[in-house]
């Protein structure tokens, strides 16, 4: 099992930035995938961010260039630094962990963290 713990969400005005944290422990496959997804109301769930254990990035299109993922492999946590945020962003963003093993997935949700951007 892998637990997730997420922080850093919360009220910004247009323009601004949040910063997402989310430490995770547990039973973390040396071949993962730590990311962000986001599901806005009404809308369904999507990938917003992720990063591999061997750091290659992959982003949705809509934040390209505004969000940047990161990871502390030491602390088993991940980031992602959401600037220039847009209403549009408003979501709860969950926190994603995939353990990878002989071609199964795993897949792990933190509780959400809501993001609220206001125009």
């Known amino acids: 099992q892998v637990q997730l713990v997420e922080s850093g969400g919360g009220l910004v005005q247009a323009g601004g930035s949040l910063r997402l944290s989310c430490a995770a422990s547990?039973?973390?496959?040396?071949?993962?995938?730590m990311g962000w997804d986001r599901q806005a109301p009404g809308k369904q769930r999507e990938l917003v961010a992720e990063i591999t254990s061997g750091g290659s990035t992959n982003y949705a299109d809509s934040v390209k260039g505004r969000f940047t993922i990161s990871k502390d492999n030491a602390k088993n946590t991940v980031y992602l630094q959401m600037n220039s945020l847009k209403p549009e962003d408003t979501a709860v963003y969950y926190c994603?962990?995939?353990?990878?093993?002989?071609?199964?997935?795993?897949?792990?949700w933190g509780q959400g963290t809501q993001v609220t951007c206001s125009s």
């Open positions: 547990g039973s973390i496959f040396s071949t993962n995938v």
């Open positions: 994603k962990v995939t353990n990878l093993k002989y071609g199964s997935k795993y897949n792990y």
